[in-house]
Nanobody, 127 residues
Framework: QVQLVESGGRLVQAGGSLRLSCVAS????????MGWFRQAPGKERTFVAA????????YYDDSVKGRSTISRDNAKNTGYLQIDNLKPEDTAVYYC????????????????????WGQGTQVTVSS
């Protein structure tokens, strides 16, 4: 049974930084593309960033590009998302997700292309 557990969400002031973590179990972590999504109140869950199985390929949504870093440590079955220069519009529940298979098999960066999900961690950015 695949399990993803996020942590690291908290209340932070605008301009600050935080790093989210996602610990995976029940899967061969290095066989999965890992992604981060977020969902603000009343809105759909949207893509934030993704990283390939070996950690050498990354892709970011424009909303976080240039101030965010996605990474992974396959030896620890853990993925990370760091966001710097946080803005109030970054406030959301952040979810990690995993998708088996190759990076090239992903046709669109949306939640429908990821099959395993964590429970989410709340990030609140105050102005």
């Amino acid at each position: 049974q695949v399990q993803l557990v996020e942590s690291g969400g908290r209340l932070v002031q605008a301009g600050g930084s935080l790093r989210l973590s996602c610990v995976a179990s029940g899967l061969t972590f290095s066989d999965y593309v890992m992604g981060w999504f977020r969902q603000a109140p009343g809105k759909e869950r949207t893509f934030v960033a993704a990283i390939g199985r070996a950690g050498t390929i990354r892709y970011y949504d424009d909303s976080v590009k240039g101030r965010s870093t996605i990474s992974r440590d396959n030896a620890k079955n853990t993925g990370y998302l760091q966001i710097d220069n946080l803005k109030p519009e970054d406030t959301a529940v952040y979810y990690c997700a995993a998708r088996g298979g190759r990076w090239s098999s992903i046709t669109a960066w949306n939640k429908d292309n990821f099959g395993s999900w964590g429970q989410g961690t709340q990030v609140t950015v105050s102005s």
